[in-house]
């Protein structure tokens, strides 16, 4: 049995019920591994498939034995900026190539308790700024559609790793689309939840108050269960919101979707007839609009305005700047990094500056020379106070729309993805490929990318944004696309 | 010419009562520990923790503000202080800008006998950087430094006056009054090596304002501004105007230095902690905090005054620390003879010769009993009021019991000798033998006289309790003379 | 609007963040700055109105902690990932620059 295309939940039931062979399992997905992997670079660090297969017999045997193991046995990868003891967590920089996390993200904690083992920690753009996956010091993802194109970013190597079978579900995170922009170009549903409702705890930073750790799975019920396992309060967090989901309330939306609801939906028109989209992105968009309205949902048309449409973008790019240049300032090898210890009589300022200079990449040095000047005596009122007054005004705009519908139904990449190479040379090109995502970071709100169509073969997906704590609403609106285009459980075969 | 001098103070305290640090759970009692064992990831700054602040920590700030009668802010709210050096695991400081914690307070202090208040601008909680060692004992010979950030984290809490004080001495009463507050809240243990920092700003008339940084203790705070003072005023008497800028206090050689330029031109970049969204202070807390304060310095000397009769000057002294109050009001829970004597006896005896081992020690040299004793002796007439200053000196310094001591010097000395004749003849009865010895021999009166000073446990003039005993014996030999002739 | 768009010296930007930058770095990275701000500029042009700034997206209190100590790490775990140390300490540069 083809036991690695399976969804996480079928998994589940066929090693703990149906007497599948774990071992198996995992030697299906290394051999994947062994076949793609060298294309796609998906993997910083890849662990041992003995050590793997050993893990999984043992969460395999406790499922059995009757502990609750929603996720028992599958195998889960990492974005390597999340902390999992013991394993390197590069954020695919030089910078901390050499740094091995001496504790674990609350997140994985839960997943690993629900029963999912890490099977090593994927490719991403250096600290996660980018949103092609080329910003990485290991070399670029490629996307397996495609192998030429970009996989999405800043989440590529969970992206190519799930779309090509080289896990079964995986984490990304997201501070302004870096799991709904890849998602959205490999054929995966992702989720950006509300903020505050998953742990940041392991997380590492680059602009906190955007960003969320989540799912990146190839079937929408996958995407409830690992929400259900991972989300939820967390006391080692001060963002973290009072609010636990109940077991089953995200499994249980999915499966009202399946059977379609009459969900009241707003579809942005500014945003779908936004300069900076491509036809081939809007036509997916209508064609999602038609699948809920085949499932019963109502769908309107709203503006959202030129502040969400438009100041987005380079609001979210200051508030994202300023941030990562606080954030990044820890970086002085002397605590952790790539272990390039003070020459004697070195000045500390010396010390920083050359190994800062060493051990970060372009797009990281800009990011965070801009933000450090943007946050500075002078500019600080210009630029960040600004940014912040204006993610005001667009988190009331979104709020207000978000609160009169279920869901909001809105592109979730402006176009196709770029060839490797075509996106990376100008930054503001780059920067645009962000500007239907930023919106969910600026106001908290949850968006999830839904696959919704195919152009030249490579899936595109959709987004769909809801209140805050609205998860269940995306997960039903998720589940009645999915069910109308029969796009789910899409595997990438890579050839090239 | 006397010229008019503006001090302004930034008091770092550490909140050495916590048991954590103010944003991890690592404990805060790191000072006899191995380097790096009082670390986890949070105080590390390691990519992906994060901080939460210590609920004690705002209890302990909402009281001091109280204290210090200040506004307690309606939010607690935390920002970054950027700035790169390697005692800063994440080179940023997470402290409180836009918002302090509390606002407009004021202390007051008693200065050549009036009343002067000392306005606090801000007080703001924040978190210690770590200790930077430097392997050549100085920055300057060491080709590298190590860094323990055991105190990376620790609460601290600065406290920032108004330029209110016009001398050195000002500011030694102001920290010590400050000091004596904070002993009686109960947050801190200002004496702890570390858990006091002053920062000073000093400006003479005519010249920009200094900043002295990083003074150790109140004692050095008076130093480096009365060496600020004279650098300072004989720069503009050669018409040199003092320049603005910060200084450090070498308390080795007693002067202040230059800081490097740099230092001073620091752009902070503050911003709000987005890893700490602000939370609300409800009036309520601040109320409880306000009724569970304990009775502070001003009060309990007033108390001192009403309920024990004291001078106001020697009250003063008393509350100038918490222990000594203590330790005081001890004594004459103990002694229940004349507070006025005790508290004499306490400040203008005991103190003296415990200032060379610091206030700390005091419980530990001095147990209360001991002073009730020699207080005792001073009421029974046993020793004179000089012998009692003599003994502070003694109890302190050789932690020895003064009734024992007293017998063995032989400060005690029973001369009465109506009363001495009385244990003269009960050493007569008790010992018919040894009578009869020292009847014969003089050298076995010595036993005899032995046996008074036994009795009075050391107490008895020797030279009264010999002659009493020779007249004694005397008396006997004419007595068995008159009864062997009438045989 | 009344803001004027500064010009911007790289080397000060490459001071505040603490990089050093080779000289074709710094051209390469002017050029992209100047683009960089070209865009971010455009939020010049925002009319904005006179709100609170958004620091937190929900409108969401802080946590407070119980003060109970809990084990962290050990000397080596803390040491492990340092560039060098000596006696249990890290090593760091000079804190003096010449």
């Not at chain 1, 083809?2 to 019920?17: K, N």
């Not at chain 1, 997905?29 to 993997?43: D, Q």
């Not at chain 1, 996956?133 to 999405?152: D, F, K």
């Not at chain 2, 920055?139 to 600065?158: F, W």
């Amino acid at each position: 049995m083809r036991l690695y295309t399976l969804p996480a939940w079928r998994l589940r039931w066929e090693l703990v019920e149906g007497g599948g062979d774990p071992a198996s399992y995992v030697e299906q997905v290394y051999e994947r591994i062994r076949l793609f992997e060298k294309t796609l670079n998906s993997y910083i660090t890849l662990r041992s498939m003995e050590e793997v297969v050993e893990e999984v017999e043992q969460q395999v045997r406790e499922a059995r034995r009757g502990a609750y193991k929603p996720l028992a046995g599958v195998l889960l990868a990492v974005k390597d900026n999340i902390a999992v003891e013991g394993l390197p967590n590069t954020c695919a920089s030089r910078m901390l190539s050499k740094y091995i996390p001496p504790y674990t993200a609350t997140v994985v904690e839960r997943l690993v308790e629900a029963g999912a083992v890490v099977i090593g920690k994927t490719n991403m753009d250096e600290f996660a700024m980018g949103s092609t996956g080329e910003t990485s010091a290991y070399g670029p993802t490629r996307n397996p559609w495609s192998i030429n194109r970009v996989p999405g970013g800043s989440s590529s190597g969970t992206a190519a790793a799930v779309a090509a079978a080289l896990a079964t579900i995986g984490l990304g995170n997201d501070t302004g689309g870096s799991i709904r922009l890849p998602a959205a170009w490999t054929g995966l549903y992702g989720l950006k939840s509300t903020y505050g409702l998953v742990s940041r705890y392991g997380l590492v930073s680059y602009a906190e108050s955007l960003e969320q750790i989540g799912p990146m799975t190839r079937n929408i019920m996958d995407l409830a269960v690992m929400m259900e396992a991972m989300a939820g309060f967390d006391p080692r967090d001060s963002t973290s919101l009072d609010y636990t989901p109940s077991r089953g309330v995200y499994t249980a939306a999915v499966e009202r979707g399946e059977e379609g609801a009459r969900l009241s939906v707003a579809l942005l028109e500014d945003m779908v007839e936004h300069e900076a989209v491509s036809e081939d992105v809007r036509r997916v968009v209508y064609r999602a609009a038609e699948a809920l309205e085949e499932m019963g949902a109502k769908v309107s048309r709203e503006k959202v305005g030129r502040h969400v449409a438009y100041y987005a973008l380079p609001a979210y790019y200051v508030i994202a700047m300023c941030e990562a240049s606080s954030n990044l300032a820890r970086y002085d090898n002397i605590r952790y990094g790539y272990r390039e210890p003070p020459r004697p009589w070195e000045g500390w300022n010396t010390y920083y500056s050359r190994v800062r200079g060493e051990g970060f990449g372009r797009e990281v040095k800009r990011r965070i020379m801009l933000g450090s000047w943007m946050l500075s005596a002078g500019y600080k009122d210009q630029y960040y106070v600004r940014a912040l007054r204006l993610r005001r005004m667009v988190r009331d705009r979104l709020l207000s729309l978000a609160e009169r519908y279920d869901v909001l139904l809105l592109p979730s990449a402006v176009t196709m993805p770029p060839r490797l190479g075509e996106a990376i040379t100008d930054p503001v090109k780059l920067y645009m490929l962000d500007t239907v995502s930023v919106q969910a970071n600026l106001s908290g709100l949850p968006a999830l990318t839904v696959p919704a169509g195919k152009v030249r073969s490579i899936p595109l997906g959709v987004q769909l944004m809801a209140r805050p704590l609205g998860e269940p609403r995306l997960f039903t609106a998720a589940s009645m696309i999915a069910t109308a285009t029969g796009l789910h459980d899409l595997i990438a075969e890579p050839v090239g | 010419m006397k010229r008019r001098t503006v001090i302004g103070l930034e008091i770092h305290v550490q909140l050495t009562a916590l048991k954590t640090k103010l944003f991890c759970s690592c404990s805060a009692d790191y000072r006899h520990s191995p380097p790096n064992t009082h670390v986890c990831p949070v105080c590390l700054g390691l990519p992906g923790a994060l901080p939460v602040v210590n609920k004690e920590a705002l209890r302990a700030a909402i009281s001091v503000c109280l204290a210090l009668n200040g506004r307690v802010a309606d939010r607690l709210r935390f920002d970054r202080k950027h700035y790169f050096y390697p005692d800063m695991p994440k080179n940023y400081q997470i402290t409180q800008y836009l918002e302090p914690i509390c606002r407009e307070g004021y202390l007051e202090i008693e200065y050549n006998g009036r009343t002067k208040k000392i306005r606090i601008r801000r007080m703001n909680l924040e978190e210690d950087p770590g200790r930077l060692v430097y392997p050549a004992g100085s920055p300057l010979h060491s080709p590298y430094s190590l860094v323990d950030y055991n105190r990376a984290g620790v609460a601290l809490l600065e406290i920032v006056t108004e330029p209110d004080m016009e001398s050195p001495e000002e500011a030694r009463l102001f920290l010590e009054k400050l000091r004596s507050i904070l002993e009686h809240l109960g947050v801190s243990d200002p004496s702890l090596e570390g858990a006091m920092r002053v920062d000073a700003n000093i400006s003479v008339e005519g010249g920009e304002r200094v900043e002295v940084k990083n003074i150790g203790s109140i004692h050095e705070v008076e130093r480096a501004l009365m060496y600020e003072i004279v650098r300072q005023n004989s720069l503009l008497d050669k018409g040199v105007k003092p320049k603005r800028e910060t200084r450090h206090w070498d308390p080795a050689h007693r002067v202040t230095i230059p800081a490097r330029v740099k230092e001073t031109e620091e752009d902070y970049r503050y911003m709000p902690d987005p890893n700490l969204p602000p939370v609300r202070i409800p009036a309520e807390l601040v109320k409880a905090v306000a009724e569970s304060l304990p009775e502070l310095p001003d009060k309990r000397a007033e108390r001192f005054v009403r309920e024990y009769g004291l001078p106001r000057k020697t009250a003063r002294v008393l509350v100038s620390r918490k222990l000594l109050a203590d330790f005081y009001e001890d004594v004459v829970k103990m002694y229940g003879g004349d507070p006025r004597r005790a508290a004499n006896y306490i400040v203008n005896d005991l103190l003296n010769w415990l200032k060379d081992y610091g206030i700390k020690a005091l419980y530990s040299r001095v147990p209360p009993e001991r002073v009730v004793k020699v207080l005792k002796l001073l009421d029974e007439g046993v020793i004179s009021i000089r012998q009692a200053k003599e003994l502070a000196e003694v109890i302190v310094k050789k932690g020895v019991d003064p009734e024992e001591y007293v017998k063995k010097a032989g400060y005690v000395k029973i001369s009465d000798e109506e009363y001495l004749s009385r244990i003269v003849e009960e050493v007569f009865k008790e010992h018919p033998k040894a009578v009869r010895d020292a009847l014969e021999k003089p050298k076995a009166v010595n036993f005899l006289v032995g046996m008074v000073m036994a009795k009075t446990r050391g107490r008895a003039d020797p030279v009264v309790a010999r002659r009493l005993v020779l007249r004694r014996l005397e008396e006997l030999r004419a007595r068995g003379a008159s009864q062997t002739s009438s045989r | 609007m009344e803001e004027k768009q500064p010009r911007i010296d790289i080397d000060h930007l490459a001071w505040l963040a603490r990089l050093q930058l080779s000289e074709d770095e710094k051209e390469e990275i002017r050029r992209s700055i100047e683009r960089i701000m070209e865009f971010i500029n455009r939020l010049l042009e925002a009319p904005v109105e006179d709100v609170e700034p958004l620091y937190h997206p929900l409108d969401k209190e802080g946590l407070l902690r119980p003060d109970e100590p809990s084990p962290g790490l050990s000397q080596e775990e803390a040491l492990m990932n340092a560039a060098a140390t000596e006696n249990g300490y890290f090593k760091a540069p000079r804190t003096l620059e010449e």
